[in-house]
């Protein structure tokens, strides 16, 4: 029995400008991926990682993430595949291969390299309490509108019950492999459980945990660093 954690982390992540892939890219010196997967294992819970790595930057990645194996703990680098469900359903066969007493993955966004730990905790409790699939999440703070083709508006959705998604998400891990073999499309794993007919349960997430995607959002990281608040 064990907790294995999945990092898709094969993007090229250009939107950050930086030349290396998003995964690499520093904030404090540190590379996001290594702040992602030390995250994981501060949070007591998870035995092992698998990354997917840009397949031109595998020997990298295996390199700057050699030192955070422990005890007990491994860190494991493949390629990853064209798209992120690939890269998903690759590093999750590679696991469910390499250790074989897996119940429970998690599939966590490198560039929420400031999950705090406790949010990874919440997420595996709750699917050792007996949630197939487990999501953090946050209220919507913005009003959001549906719009048409010619971006005019259609609906405006009650705000309420919307919730922004991050990750860690948590599954059962045969749950999972369910979902990536049966061929749906989904823009995250919860999104593909989902269309199994498999329940999705929701914990809170954390501000902390937003997603590096921009160079304002790197800057925003580099300052709550620097304020010794992340
Ligand atoms: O491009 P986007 O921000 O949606 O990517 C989400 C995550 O999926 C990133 O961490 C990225 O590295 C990863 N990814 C991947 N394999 C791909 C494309 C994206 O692992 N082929």
New binding site residues.
């Given amino acids: 029995m064990g907790v294995v954690a999945l990092v ?4 090229r ?1 250009e939107r950050l400008g930086y030349g290396v892939p ?2 690499l890219v520093p904030v404090d010196g540190v590379p996001l991926l290594v702040r992602a997967v030390r995250g994981l294992f501060e949070a007591g819970c998870v035995r092992h990682v698998v990354v ?1 790595a840009p397949p031109s930057d595998v020997d990298t990645v295996r390199t700057v993430t050699a030192p955070l194996a422990h005890a007990g703990g491994a860190v494991h680098v493949l390629a ?5 469900s ?2 998903v359903r690759l590093a999750l066969e590679h696991a469910l291969r390499e250790f074989p007493d897996t119940d429970v993955v998690l599939v966590h ?3 929420r390299a400031f999950t705090p730990p406790h949010v990874v905790k919440a997420v595996v409790d709750a699917v050792r309490a007996g949630h197939p699939a487990v999501i953090p999440v946050l209220p919507v703070t913005d009003t959001v509108k549906q719009v048409d083709a010619d971006g005019v508006v259609v609906a405006t959705p009650d705000r309420s019950a919307l919730r922004v998604v991050q990750t860690p998400q948590g599954f059962d891990a045969r749950t999972l492999l369910r979902a990536h073999e049966a061929g749906l499309h989904a823009t995250d794993d919860a999104g593909l459980v989902e269309r199994l007919g498999v329940p999705v349960t929701t914990v809170p997430g954390h501000p902390d945990a937003m997603k590096i ?1 921009t160079p304002f959002d790197l800057a925003v990281a580099e300052a709550l660093l620097v304020g010794g608040q992340a």
Avoid: L, V
């Fill in positions: 898709p982390a094969a993007g992540g998003k995964a997917a990853g595949g064209a798209e992120r690939d890269s966004d490198a560039a995607t």
